[in-house]
T-cell receptor, first 111, second 109 residues
Framework: SQTIHQWPATLVQPVGSPLSLECTVE??????LYWYRQAAGRGLQLLFY??????ISSEVPQNLSASRPQDRQFILSSKKLLLSDSGFYLC??????????FGQGTRLTVV | TQLLEQSPQFLSIQEGENLTVYCNSS?????LQWYRQEPGEGPVLLVT?????EVKKLKRLTFQFGDARKDSSLHITAAQPGDTGLYLC?????????FGKGITLSVRP
């Protein structure tokens, strides 16, 4: 069966520091992968999605970027974090019928 | 981008009560998913509905897909404190998967 791993679970970073969140998927090939950000207990904001290696679509122009160096690896990055980058970040892969399977999430606090 | 509207945004009820919540769009859904999310965790898939008029049951949860495939409802019978959480509906088109803002449900013992 497919599993999705996301780490770290929590992260506290100072303003201006870099960011790297990693997501990997097991048990499937060529998955569609997504990064979302969630504000305090509310809906999911789509940040980036990828349908294949090196293919990144950006939904929200901002301080973040994404990369897909391998088929089952999706990375969310920033060169310099802002206070407004704080939030709960979720990685997901999407199967048939657009069913999404999420990682455990990363709680990012920028201080 | 397909916009999904969920209502109500917040719901607080007593254990044992019944409730119905909604997910609506101005566009036709190819398929629609419902998820439940607990604090600090990722959403977990509950159900997928595909066919207009479809009804699916998951224990005390009943999911209905509108005939025109533009709306869906989730009915919970005899709610329990374990049903507490954020309920999200989601749908996708052209590789873009979007979600409603969610319904925060609190069931008081």
């Amino acid at each position: 069966s497919q599993t999705i791993h996301q780490w770290p679970a929590t992260l506290v970073q100072p303003v201006g520091s870099p960011l790297s969140l990693e997501c990997t998927v097991e048990g499937t090939s060529n998955p569609n992968l997504y990064w979302y950000r969630q504000a305090a207990g509310r809906g999911l904001q789509l940040l980036f999605y990828s349908v294949g290696i090196g293919q990144i679509s950006s939904e929200v122009p901002q301080n973040l970027s994404a990369s897909r160096p391998q088929d089952r690896q999706f990375i969310l990055s920033s060169k310099k974090l802002l206070l407004s980058d704080s939030g709960f970040y979720l990685c997901a892969w999407v199967g048939r019928n657009t069913e999404a399977f999420f990682g455990q999430g990363t709680r990012l606090t920028v201080v | 981008t397909q916009l999904l509207e969920q209502s109500p945004q917040f719901l607080s009820i007593q254990e044992g009560e019944n409730l119905t919540v909604y997910c609506n769009s101005s566009s036709v859904f190819s398929s629609l998913q419902w998820y439940r999310q607990e604090p600090g965790e990722g959403p977990v898939l509950l159900v997928t509905v595909v066919t207009g008029g479809e009804v699916k049951k998951l224990k005390r949860l009943t999911f209905q897909f509108g005939d025109a495939r533009k709306d869906s409802s989730l009915h919970i019978t005899a709610a329990q404190p374990g049903d507490t959480g954020l309920y999200l509906c989601g749908s996708g088109a052209n590789s873009k998967l979007t979600f409603g803002k969610g319904i925060t449900l609190s069931v008081r013992p």
